[in-house]
């Protein structure tokens, strides 16, 4: 076997110690019968304190009886008999160990204590282990099996990986990609992840040329950096990560204070994450199975744009009903195709896409061998996808079965992977699946819905792998003196790194206010303090102010945010002008606990809270990341121009806001959170007219 990975020896041992056979228990003989069922290549030895043989197997005392290299122990003993376990493995020069036992930190805080505990014992020793309260792992692939979940027979072999933290899922997800004809390389149950997690396992199969895709539920990931490590060797492998997520990415309590909080809401950052490293984030057990099953058999395709075909006229319009909500593009075939499609296809066929071979397929199926291979042509697609209603057998309805045939003759001509699709779920039997194999079928989608769903992200894995490369190095130092804090220290700090801000006057009376007032024209008068910051709540915001209001104003301000924080430190009154019409921006970065710092942009004054609209990326970005999250807004027409209203510079603004995100870069690991709100952009004229910053306590 290749040793090129860390984990290597550990999924793929041959040799396995079964610590807690006994032929008296019902559990240890459904733990032997996996062996044989998944197909292990190895000897197994029978583990018990009589020594005595089990379920056919030679039985020891202990593992240093056994005499042979033992790569593996699968330790199924009482909690309180574990530790001892992981000794007599460590004594005997075991370095692997899968721990199915369960009752540690699963359960409550003595558990969590027992956890510790063995997990020390196999440091100690050099063990490796995964668990415990694991169901453990079958590499199909490398005939390598420590598990107690069933296998599904007839036993299929396929290219897809699945891991889970929880071993229910893996099993259910198991089944139902058996269900599905799916087979896969290779399925892991994580448990309590208390030495191997998720992180080192998704990097193992980067390396195994027997996975084509890696299928993830997850619930939290223990070890984020050593997963983005993890992620990006994936990415720059063009290896697929699909999966499921539950739960929320927590935010630091102190970015509540910046509008940015709002607008990237309590998963945001990880989707961001997501977006970075080419990995598909799926709602459903189906969709996770289904889609990382479509990429590992097609792999990315080019131009990332799909193209449909279908016997009936009405899953086409149901198609790009589906297709609009997933996001998946419906680019029309070119003319020169749509020209050839018509020399053979029935003259009332429609040549659009989606493509409707209409249903002359059942008096002539050979119309999808002679229409595939011009559609799969079009230079417009990089995969054309057939749905059509496929048999359980061609015994069932012959002409259906010869259907399946005929398109798979046109893939075949074509030089595109197959991929068919039903309309609709349907129970499937066995001869089904030797038919569309038959038919050298690469990906099957039996449901329309969740299959445009799987379309819609090979698109957009396709779409972020060519724009992929490896993450620049980002760095986190504090800048020379002291750390900006006010309004004013923040806006200086960012016009330092290329953000141009709207002009100030510290003002300390209203005399002085009154001559700033008349020198700028209309004014907008703010306090500043490093004590408040959301001014307007304060009462400490004045807009459209006049010299000879200034005065008085002033002193309202004042007035107001004494009483509104009696205790706030107050360094006097910001004057500037007062600006006309522009579409304001909201520009944050924010800290993520798991995933560092993220650039958010949306849209500012009223309809931050209106529209939630906005996109997130991790830092670092540049400006064509930038101008890809302008273009992801909702309201990305405001700044093309829209009804009279001017256009905004977007490379101008997409070069200031990536400075925002090297700004926040160079502001330290105590940075919660840089935020510009407003940054006011019409035509050229580009502003930042308030800064904020937020520290975590330093340690």
């Not at 449909?308 to 075939?333: K, T």
Request: proline fraction near 5%; charged fraction near 15%.
């Amino acid at each position: 076997m290749s040793m090129g990975n860390p984990l290597t020896g550990f999924f793929q041992p041959r040799n396995v110690a079964l610590i807690g056979a006994s032929d008296r228990s019902e559990w240890s003989r459904l733990i032997h019968s996996r062996f044989g069922a998944f197909g292990h290549q190895g000897n197994l030895y029978a583990i018990n304190r009589d020594g005595k043989p089990a379920h056919g197997l030679p039985g020891f005392k202990n593992c240093g009886e056994i005499g042979q290299p033992v790569d593996m122990a699968y330790i199924f003993v009482p909690a309180n008999a574990v530790g001892q376990a992981l000794r007599d493995a460590g004594d005997a020069g075991i370095k692997h160990a899968v721990v199915l036992t369960s009752g540690f930190a699963e359960v409550d805080a003595e558990g969590a204590a027992m956890q510790l505990e063995i997990t020390e014992i196999a440091r100690s020793y050099g063990i490796r282990m995964l668990g415990p309260n694991s169901l453990g792992f079958a590499n199909i692939a490398h005939g390598s099996v420590t598990t107690s979940m069933p296998p599904r027979l007839p036993l299929r072999q396929g290219r897809l990986a699945v891991v889970s933290q929880s071993g229910a899922i893996t099993s259910e997800l198991n089944k139902y990609a058996h269900n599905q004809g799916i087979g896969l390389s290779f399925m892991a149950a994580t448990g309590n992840e208390a030495d191997i997690g998720i992180a080192e396992i998704v990097d193992y199969l980067v390396d195994d040329d027997a996975v084509g895709a890696i299928a993830l539920y997850i619930e939290s990931i223990k070890s984020p950096a050593a997963f983005a490590a993890a992620a990006a060797r994936a990415a720059a492998a063009k290896k697929p990560i699909v999966l499921l997520k539950l739960g929320r990415s927590p935010m630091s309590a102190a970015i509540a204070q910046a509008h940015t909080g709002s607008l990237v809401g309590d998963d945001g950052i990880f989707d961001a994450m997501c977006k970075r490293y080419a990995i598909s984030r799926v709602m459903s057990l189906e969709e996770l199975i289904l889609t990382a099953n479509l990429l590992a058999n097609v792999g990315p395709i080019s131009p990332p744009r799909i193209g449909m075909a279908s016997m009936s006229g009405g899953a086409c319009a149901i198609y790009v009903d589906l297709a609009e909500a997933h996001g998946l593009a419906v680019p029309q075939y070119a003319e020169d195709t749509q020209a050839r499609l018509r020399e053979v296809l029935p003259g009332f066929a429609s040549t659009l896409n989606p493509l409707d071979v209409t249903g002359a397929v059942m008096t002539d199926p050979s119309i999808w061998a002679r229409a595939l291979p011009i559609a799969c042509s079009d230079p417009n697609m990089g995969l054309v996808v057939a749905f059509t209603v496929v048999p359980n057998s061609p015994v069932e309805n012959a002409t259906l079965g010869a259907n399946v045939i005929q398109i798979g003759e046109g893939y075949r001509a074509s030089g595109q992977p197959a991929v068919v699709g039903t309309t609709i779920m349907q129970d499937a039997a066995e001869s089904r699946f030797e038919l569309l194999a038959e038919a050298g079928v690469a990906a099957f989608l039996p449901n329309l819905d969740v299959g445009v769903r799987a379309l819609a992200h090979l698109q957009r894995w396709s779409e972020n792998l060519a724009v992929y490369r490896p993450e620049i190095a980002a760095g986190d130092a504090a800048p020379a003196g002291k750390l900006p804090g006010s309004e004013r220290e923040t806006l200086a700090y960012l016009a330092s790194y290329g953000v141009p801000v709207i002009p100030s006057v510290l003002v300390q009376d209203g005399q002085a206010a009154a001559k700033a007032v008349a020198e700028l024209g209309l004014s907008v008068l703010k306090i500043a303090s490093p004590d408040i910051a959301h001014k307007t709540e304060a009462g400490g915001v004045r807009l459209r102010v006049e010299a000879a209001d200034a005065a008085t104003v002033f002193d309202e301000i004042i007035a107001s945010v004494k009483a509104y924080a009696p205790t706030a430190a107050i360094d006097g009154v910001l004057v500037g002008p007062m600006r006309g019409d522009g579409i304001e921006l909201v520009i944050g970065v924010t800290r993520d606990p798991e995933w560092g710092l993220a650039l958010t942009v949306g849209f500012g004054g009223v309809l931050t809270e209106l529209l939630a609209d906005s996109a997130t990326r991790l830092l670092p970005v540049d400006r064509s990341a930038v101008i890809e999250m302008l273009g992801a807004l909702r309201g990305a027409k405001l700044l093309a121009g829209y009804r009279g209203q001017a256009g905004v510079d977007i490379e101008r603004l997409a070069e200031i806001i990536a400075g925002v995100g090297q700004a926040a870069l160079g502001l330290g690991p105590t940075l919660a959170a840089l935020e510009v709100n407003p940054l006011r952009a019409s035509g050229g004229l580009i502003e930042a007219l308030d800064g904020l910053t937020i520290y975590h306590a330093a340690g």
